[in-house]
């Protein structure tokens, strides 16, 4: 179900917590949301879940307007939210039983059941939840929000707190949502690798605004820079001077002890590759952006930017 953000203004008093982003979450799709902190996700989230209005702006889910829609957003938006906590004496098959009876939910064991089975919970299901880790807390939560076998899932920073295991655990899971369900899952994370992982498309929001947007592999490429790193062969001691003259207009050069490194676009940099000539080279790397670099491009923070993350060509 596609889901479509419009010009959307929040404000808590003076604090401006949104300030007009629009972009369209596609139906199907698995979408992160990025930001520093406070830059809206929560506040964004709590809009499209139907717990807030927005004060200016529209979002729609499958073109109803969730403001509009009232409690029946419920049926088309399922949550789960940063901390969600369930009643420790009871099993997690029982904390499921209570959500789809709350719901008035048909077919009520074997939605249950195909729930535990896609969290992964089936062999604890009978057991207290409060023996259960962190991680099978977030995906018995997860479990609750499936229930209803809804069109469209928020999660809400759904690894915070994990340890690795767990983390890698809730990854399956949702890649496991995301090839065996038509849900449009939409999740915020702080942590870049996982949305990567994850994430068909990414929003990045800064200060309650909309700084980029797109597929993963877009925003690598159009917000970020490469970088070739070159080391020079003995035979270019003699010209050393003119071969970094030379790469001086290509982008930011550096030199280093072995060579010089360029950070620039990675179409020009390939180029660059191809332009060296090959006796004067003892290797050379292109290093692809990766979310990560163009995350702080995009919030246009140079100051602790890695700006490169994937080496993908290496030439002796
Ligand atoms: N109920 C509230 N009352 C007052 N200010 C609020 C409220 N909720 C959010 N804010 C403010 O709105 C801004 C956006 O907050 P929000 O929680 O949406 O950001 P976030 O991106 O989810 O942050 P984080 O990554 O830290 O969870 C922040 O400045 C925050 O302090």
């Known amino acids: 179900m596609q889901i479509t953000i419009t010009d959307v203004h929040k404000r808590y008093g003076d604090v401006v917590a949104l300030e007009g982003p629009s972009f369209e979450i596609p139906s199907g799709s698995t979408f992160g949301v990025l930001g520093t902190n406070g830059a809206g996700k929560t506040t964004l989230f709590g809009l ?3 717990h807030d209005r927005p004060d200016a702006g529209r979002i729609e889910v499958g073109g109803i307007d969730v403001a509009e829609a009232g409690h029946s957003v419920r049926e088309r938006v399922a949550f789960l939210p940063e901390h969600a906590g369930f ?17 008035g939910l048909e077919a009520r064991d074997r939605r249950i059941e195909d729930a535990l089975e896609t969290v992964g919970l089936a062999d604890a299901a009978d057991r207290a939840v409060s023996g259960y880790s962190n991680g099978m807390g977030r995906r ?4 609750a929000a499936l229930i209803p076998d809804p069109p469209v899932l928020v999660l809400d920073e759904p690894t915070a707190g994990l ?103 990675r179409d020009a940099a390939v180029a660059l ?44």
């Open 273 to 316: 590759c191809g332009d060296l000539e090959s006796d004067l080279v003892e290797r050379f790397e292109v290093t692809e952006p990766g979310l990560e670099a163009a995350f702080h491009e995009a919030l246009r923070d140079e100051s602790d930017a890695p700006s490169t993350d994937t080496a993908t060509e290496v030439r002796a």
């Open 48 to 50: 499209l879940v139907g």
């Open 87 to 103: 009643p420790p004496a009871m099993t997690g098959r029982e904390v499921l039983d209570v959500h789809a009876r709350v719901r």
């Open 140 to 143: 018995l939560g997860l479990a």
């Open 163 to 265: 340890d690795p295991r767990g983390v890698a655990t809730f990854h399956r899971t949702i890649e496991r949502i995301g090839r065996e369900t038509d849900a449009t899952v939409v999740l915020s994370s702080h942590v870049l690798s996982e949305v990567e992982r994850l994430c068909d498309e990414v929003a990045i929001l800064e200060n309650g605004s909309l700084r980029a947007v797109g597929s993963v592999t877009e925003l690598r490429e159009e917000t970020a820079d490469g970088r070739v790193t070159v080391s020079l062969s003995p035979a270019a001691d003699a010209s050393r001077a003119d071969l970094l003259e030379a790469v001086q207009g290509r982008g930011a050069v550096t030199e280093t002890s072995e060579g010089f490194e360029v950070v620039c676009e």
